[in-house]
């Protein structure tokens, strides 16, 4: 069974931490992303990674930057956390980018106080 | 701006019936479309795809029918049963790595 792990499913962190999230899929994925949710808006896209060291931006960066130093691993982190950022983060993989089967983690709910 | 959008936020289906859930995109462009099936607490999974050359897949209990003329795409669901209770996203990709959600359904169940 695919999986793809993020290992924080709740936080809470203060205004101005640096938060980090981290991902791991076990499928040998090339292609990563992070997603925030928030209710009445879907899913938007804040970054996402192609390949080992290779980040684009998404919908929505500004706040948040990526690192991607291992193929299974991919680490989103708020380097000054603030209470909008209060969310739920999804991690999500795929081999095959043109298409839409996206391989989504559980999610870490974070919030900003 | 392209944007994906169902039309209702909230749906309740009684258990048997058959649900309907719509979507509407606006992005032209759009080539690939998507529904993923999100129960609670966990992540969004993928259930059924249809690509623009097509107007209607089947998968097991599942139609996706895609209007490109009006830009209109629907998940139908047969029988529906208590574990059909969840959010239901449409999305769409009109490039190569980038998919756009829409706001998401819920659906509830009633027994």
Same mark, same amino acid.
């Given at each position: 069974?695919?999986?793809?792990?993020?290992?924080?499913?709740?936080?809470?962190?203060?205004?101005?931490?640096?938060?980090?999230?981290?991902?791991v899929q076990d499928?040998d994925h090339?292609?990563?992303?992070?997603?925030?949710?928030?209710?009445?808006?879907?899913?938007?896209?804040?970054?996402?990674?192609?390949?080992?060291?290779?980040?684009?931006?998404?919908?929505?960066?500004?706040?948040?930057?990526?690192?991607?130093?291992k193929k299974e691993r991919f680490?989103?982190?708020?380097?000054?956390?603030?209470?909008?950022?209060?969310?739920?983060?999804?991690?999500?993989?795929?081999?095959?980018?043109?298409?839409?089967?996206?391989?989504?983690?559980?999610?870490?709910?974070?919030?900003?106080? | 701006?392209?944007?994906?959008?169902?039309?209702?936020?909230?749906?309740?289906?009684?258990?048997?019936?058959?649900?309907?859930?719509?979507?509407?995109?606006?992005?032209?462009?759009?080539?690939?479309?998507?529904?993923?099936?999100?129960?609670? *607490?966990?992540?969004?999974?993928?259930?059924?795809?249809?690509? /623009? %050359?097509?107007? !209607?897949?089947?998968?097991?209990?599942? +139609?996706?029918?895609?209007?490109?003329?009006?830009?209109?795409?629907?998940?139908?669901?047969?029988?529906?049963?208590? *574990?059909?209770?969840?959010?239901?996203?449409?999305?769409?990709? /009109? %490039?190569?790595? !980038?998919?756009?959600?829409?706001?998401? +359904?819920?659906?509830?169940?009633?027994?």
């Open positions: 069974d695919v999986k793809v792990t993020q290992s924080s499913r709740y936080l809470v962190k203060r205004t101005g931490e640096k938060v980090f999230l981290e991902c499928m090339e292609n990563m992303f992070w997603y925030r949710q928030d209710p009445g808006l879907g899913l938007r896209l804040i970054y996402f990674s192609y390949d080992v060291k290779m980040k684009e931006k998404g919908d929505i960066p500004e706040g948040y930057s990526v690192s991607r130093e680490s989103l982190i708020l380097e000054s956390a603030s209470t909008n950022q209060t969310s739920m983060y999804l991690c999500a993989s795929t081999g095959a980018i043109n298409t839409g089967e996206l391989f989504f983690g559980e999610g870490s709910r974070l919030t900003v106080l | 701006g392209e944007s994906v959008g169902l039309h209702l936020p909230t749906l309740s289906v009684q258990e048997g019936d058959n649900s309907i859930i719509n979507c509407a995109y606006s992005n032209s462009a759009s080539d690939y479309f998507i529904w993923y099936k999100q129960e609670s *607490g966990k992540g969004p999974q993928f259930i059924i795809d249809i690509r /623009s %050359n097509m107007d !209607k897949r089947q998968g097991q209990r599942v +139609t996706v029918l895609l209007n490109k003329t009006v830009k209109h795409l629907s998940l139908q669901i047969a029988a529906t049963q208590p *574990g059909d209770s969840a959010v239901y996203f449409c999305a769409e990709n /009109s %490039n190569d790595y !980038k998919l756009s959600f829409g706001a998401g +359904t819920t659906v509830t169940v009633r027994a």
